[in-house]
């Protein structure tokens, strides 16, 4: 922060007490109810006195403000270079952890991490905190040599090393984020940015709250690690799964809270793992699936709440797997499937209850046996199956009711069924 001039300071300071004095000054005239104050022609030797003392008094506050002002620039100057000392100090810190990450013993470069996890906990500002995590996601996104296998011994036993290696910032960086913002060695509101990492460890976002920031795992592969986001709070911010690959592994978001910010899968490809979100309740902010290719593994929405916000799948094409809609309960908001692609897997609503909120299916096309609502209650919102191809689902018509409600749009071919 810049200090004003010493001029400056000191009549801005004498203005302010001239101010409060003459306020004061008015107020217990006022209260007071003085109509006038008494006049005297002959000074006499105890009025004189009395001003005496009242200039020595303007004369030792002056020397007050003086000094408080003097004060004030000294501490913020204080304040002012111990700032620079422990910048200056934490980029010494700073040069010797990097220079450990690049060693070439896996030891060292374990070290360093440490050494940097410290240095972001300790850093003199928000900036050099978001400086030490980029280098920690940096290390991350670097390419790795893979596994040769037991074969060949020596490069089997680095590569497990290595792998430790990221498997501790992986760590780290779950540990940091579940601590509550403004607490110490919290790094809750900082970016992360692990964009095209691959995922073999767990990174543990349980019981987080995330109110701000942006979390990228854009373009990351899974094939066997996990992101845990469960019971997690995401108030604001952004969550970004954009254009990942899942093979294997698993995101938790089970028991989450998303009532604002946003939750992104869009464009992800989706061949095997698990998404979780059981027990969610989605009551603001968005989930986007949108443009996603699904042909096989598991995403589970299972006895989810949808009080709110709005879930996309527009555009997926869903050709194996499953999607677990069953028992959920979708009370307001949006729910859409807009031109998805449905050949093959299963869509299950089994069990669900719709009560409001709308359910867009859209020019959707539906392959035989792929999508169900067998079980499922509906007593109010909107359904909308407009121009969609295909079979009905099991189960539709006999949740929707005879006579189908106006805020169920169906196919004529559907409704005419015997």
């Known amino acids: 922060m810049r200090l004003w001039r010493v001029g400056r300071a000191l009549t801005l300071t004498f203005a302010a007490a001239v101010l409060v004095a003459g306020g004061i000054f008015y107020g ?3 209260l007071l109810d003085f109509q006038e104050i008494d006049t005297t022609k002959k000074l006499d030797a105890k009025t004189l006195f009395d001003l005496v003392k009242l200039s020595f008094g303007v004369v030792a506050g002056a020397g007050a403000l003086v ?9 913020r100057v204080d304040e002012a270079g111990a700032h620079r000392e422990a910048t200056r100090l934490h980029t010494e810190r700073f040069s010797q952890a990097v220079d450990k990450l690049g060693s070439d013993s896996p030891a060292v470069r374990l070290g360093g991490v440490h050494a940097l996890a410290g240095l972001a906990d300790d850093a003199p500002d928000a900036n050099l905190r978001q400086t030490c995590i980029d280098v920690l996601c940096a290390y991350l996104r670097l390419l790795h040599t893979p596994d040769p296998g037991a074969a060949e011994l020596e490069g089997h036993h680095l590569y497990l090393a290595l792998r430790e290696v990221r498997h501790t910032i992986l760590r780290l960086i779950g540990d940091h984020y579940r601590r509550p913002e403004g607490t110490h060695h919290s790094w809750q509101g900082c970016d ?3 964009t095209g990492v691959i995922i073999d460890g767990r990174i543990d976002f349980s019981s987080a709250r995330f109110t701000r920031g942006t979390l990228t795992f854009s373009g990351a592969t899974f094939s066997g690690g996990s992101v845990d986001f469960s019971s997690a709070t995401i108030s604001g911010g952004s969550v970004s799964f954009s254009g990942a690959t899942f093979s ?5 978001f089970s028991s989450a809270r998303i009532s604002g910010g946003s939750v992104s899968f869009g464009s992800v490809t989706i061949s095997g793992g698990v998404v979780f979100f059981e027990h969610s309740t989605i009551s603001g902010g968005s989930v986007y699936f949108g443009n996603s290719t699904i042909s096989g593994g598991t995403l589970f929405f299972g006895e989810a709440t949808f009080s709110g916000g709005a879930v996309f799948f527009s555009g997926a094409t869903i050709s194996g797997g499953t999607l677990f809609f069953r028992d959920a309960a979708i009370s307001s908001g949006t729910v859409s499937f807009n031109s998805a692609t449905i050949s093959s897997g299963m869509l299950d609503f089994g069990g669900a209850t719709f009560s409001g909120g709308t359910l867009f299916f859209s020019s959707v096309t539906i392959s035989t046996d792929t999508m169900s609502f067998s079980g499922a209650t509906f007593s109010g919102g ?4 407009r121009d969609a191809t295909g079979p009905a689902p099991a189960g539709l018509l006999t949740a929707v009711g005879s006579p189908v409600p106006t805020t169920v749009i169906l196919p004529q071919a559907w409704t005419s069924i015997p």
């Open 67 to 75: 000094a408080l002002v003097v004060a004030y620039r000294r501490q």
């Open 248 to 252: 294997g592994g698993s995101v938790d």
């Open 28 to 30: 217990l005239v006022y």
């Open 192 to 194: 992360l940015d692990l």
């Open 382 to 385: 909107t359904l909308d199956f």
